[in-house]
C-alpha cells in the first residue's frame, strides 16, 4: 500500500543534513523504507546540499571542526540502511534497530485497557524518546497535543483523526501547534513507531492524571 500522508519538508530536509535527534532519525528512515516518495524527496535535498556545498569558497578548517563534522557524518549515516520494502513487519532500519523481524519478538507492557507500549532504549546522549506504542481496535486515544515536535509512523492497522486515515507506511508529522484525538479502525490493533522530544499534552484531568503510569 501506498503512503499518503508524508515527511514535512522541514524534517526532509534536517534528515538529508544529518541534524534530526536520534529518535526522529529512527522513525524517518523506518519511514523511508516504505515509501518512494519521501526516499525521493530525500535524494533531491541530498542533492541540492551538493551543489550548495561545491559553491563554497574552498576554506582551510581547525582539526576541531574536522573531527566534529566527521562524527556528525557518521550519526547521520547510522541509519540509512537498504531503503528496499522489506519483507518483515518491521521497517529495515527499526528491524536491525531492535534485532527483531516481527511484532510478536516485541517484549510488550501493558501501560492501560487495550493500550501496550515498548520504549526503544536510545544513546545516553540522545534527546527525546522513542517508543512503539500499539492500541487495540476501536479504541480511541484521549484528545491531545504535544509539548514539541513529534512524529508517528504507522507500521500496522490504521487509525482516524480530522486530517484522514493514516495505515500502514503512513506519518503525522506535527508541532506543538496540532491537537488531535486518533480513533483507531475496528479491524485490527493498530502499532505506530513514534518520537517525542517532550510529553504529550492531553486536554482531560483523566488522562493527565493517568500519564506518569502510561508514560506517553
Given at each position: ?36 516518495f ?16 561545491s ?15 566527521f ?40 501501560k ?8 526503544i ?21 484521549p ?13 500496522q ?49 483523566a ?10
Open positions: 500500500m501506498k503512503p499518503h500522508h508524508h515527511l514535512d519538508h522541514g524534517t526532509v530536509m534536517a534528515y538529508a543534513a544529518g541534524t534530526l535527534d536520534e529518535a526522529f532519525m529512527i522513525v524517518v528512515a523506518s519511514h523511508l523504507a516504505l515509501c518512494a519521501c526516499r525521493k524527496a530525500v535524494h533531491e535535498a541530498e542533492a541540492l546540499g551538493g551543489e550548495l556545498m559553491e563554497l569558497a574552498a576554506n582551510a578548517v581547525s582539526a576541531e571542526c574536522r573531527t566534529r563534522t562524527a556528525a557524518l557518521d550519526q547521520a549515516t547510522l541509519h540509512r540502511l537498504p531503503v528496499a520494502v522489506p519483507q518483515t513487519e518491521l521497517p529495515v532500519p527499526l528491524a536491525r534497530l531492535l534485532d527483531a523481524t516481527s511484532f510478536k519478538d516485541i517484549a510488550w507492557k501493558k492501560a485497557p487495550g493500550v501496550a507500549m515498548f520504549d532504549k536510545l544513546p545516553a546522549h540522545a534527546r527525546g524518546q522513542l517508543k512503539l506504542l500499539r492500541i487495540g481496535a476501536g479504541r480511541a486515544m484528545e491531545h497535543g504535544h509539548g514539541g515536535e513529534e512524529i508517528t509512523l504507522v507500521l492497522g490504521a487509525y482516524r483523526d480530522h486530517m484522514g486515515r493514516f495505515a500502514r507506511g503512513d506519518v503525522a508529522d506535527l508541532d506543538q501547534d496540532i491537537e488531535h484525538q486518533p480513533v483507531v479502525e475496528q479491524d485490527g490493533d493498530c502499532i505506530c513507531l513514534v518520537a517525542t522530544e517532550a510529553p504529550t499534552r492531553f486536554k482531560s484531568l488522562a493527565r492524571l493517568m500519564q506518569p503510569f502510561v508514560g506517553i
